[in-house]
């Protein structure tokens, strides 16, 4: 299996470019987006439209419910699936998000890595939900300081959950398990000045509560199931919740949403550029979404797809 691949940070414009190309071209999407897999969670997502999706044919959204558990693996499998059946009706795909692991599952594949354990998950879930990310760094602290010293986002609640999986499987060292690289081209990123990247944030903030996020997220709430931790912790929704809950304001909330997804994007330009083989492009605020799409197709054409690992 193959696919082409485009990435970027968040608000940098990549879903709309991909969006562009598949229109015209016949492609079919493959979101590798880890908050995209959640049904009912479309506006702080930034999902594509129901018009899009008529549109396209969309692959990766929409997998699971807001409380159900979803990792890499799943992700993994999902993709090989999808991916099998693009190629078998002749069409070509393309992968396109900013969430690392999913593409590096994709374009690499793992080999040793273990698996995720349900009831270790289950349990360290529990003290998510009920204490925080604080006591799980507590927990991972004692249980391996190796570990913990390790970690790279020691307050990111899914990071701690799984290196307490590594843990408990008695692993002292985060795993190094990729394989080597399949054949094909390095992924096309979207390259975007970082202030203007800065000023398309606050503005896409902005535009979720106006188009009514606040809503979304009480008709979650109100669900008899619940939102997973994972899914409460999502960027705008755990703000959103806390001004439901009267502990901020609107304000508050939208710039604390903000400045989460300026650091979110800093962590993946900074990924793209130490753990990815991409090839930029640029995608200024002097260019067209026309002239970004011909660039990224050129690019595609020059090189051919990327090999998926199995």
Same mark, same amino acid.
């Given at each position: ?43 702080g997502t930034a999902k ?16 699971v419910a807001p409380h ?16 099998a059946d693009i190629e ?71 990071? @701690? ?6 843990? *408990? !499987?008695?692993?002292?060292?985060? #795993?190094?398990?990729? =394989? &080597?690289? /399949? ?30 996020? @606040? ?6 709430? *109100? !669900?008899?199931?619940?939102?997973? #931790?994972?899914?409460? =912790? &999502?960027? /705008? ?38 753990? *990815? ?34």
């Amino acid at each position: 299996m193959q696919a082409y691949f485009l990435a970027g940070p968040t608000a940098s414009g990549k879903t709309a470019v991909a969006h562009q190309l598949a229109l015209h071209n016949g492609y079919e999407i493959l979101s590798a987006d880890s908050m995209l897999i959640y049904r009912g969670m479309d506006i702080g997502t930034a999902k594509p439209t129901a018009r899009e999706r008529t549109e396209v044919r969309y692959f990766g959204i929409d997998l699971v419910a807001p409380h159900e558990s979803f990792n890499a693996w799943h992700f993994h499998r999902h993709a090989c699936e999808a991916l099998a059946d693009i190629e078998r009706r002749g069409k070509h795909a393309v992968v396109v998000g900013g969430t690392g692991l999913y593409l590096k599952f994709l374009t690499h594949g793992l080999s040793d890595v273990p698996g995720p354990d349900p009831e270790v998950r289950a349990r360290w879930e529990t003290v998510l939900a009920r204490d925080g990310a604080t006591a799980l760094a507590t927990a991972l602290r004692t249980q391996s300081p190796a570990l913990y010293e390790a970690i790279d986002d020691p307050c990111n609640g899914r990071r @701690l959950i799984r290196f307490l999986e590594w843990a *408990a !499987a008695g692993l002292t060292t985060p #795993p190094r398990g990729w =394989q &080597a690289r /399949g054949t094909g081209a390095p992924m096309a990123a979207l390259a975007v000045d970082p202030e203007l990247l800065k000023s398309r944030i606050e503005q896409r903030v902005r535009a979720m509560y106006g188009q009514g996020l @606040l809503g979304e997220v009480r008709g979650l709430l *109100a !669900a008899e199931v619940g939102l997973s #931790p994972t899914a409460q =912790q &999502a960027i /705008g929704y755990a703000e959103a919740i806390d001004l439901i809950a009267g502990r901020c304001d609107e304000a508050a909330a939208i710039d604390r949403t903000a400045a989460r997804t300026r650091r979110l994007a800093k962590r993946q330009r900074s990924w793209l550029r130490t753990q *990815a083989e991409a090839v930029w492009i640029d995608a200024g605020v002097t260019r067209s979404r026309d002239e970004i799409a011909a660039d990224v197709q050129a690019h595609w054409d020059a090189s051919g797809p990327t090999a998926i690992a199995g």
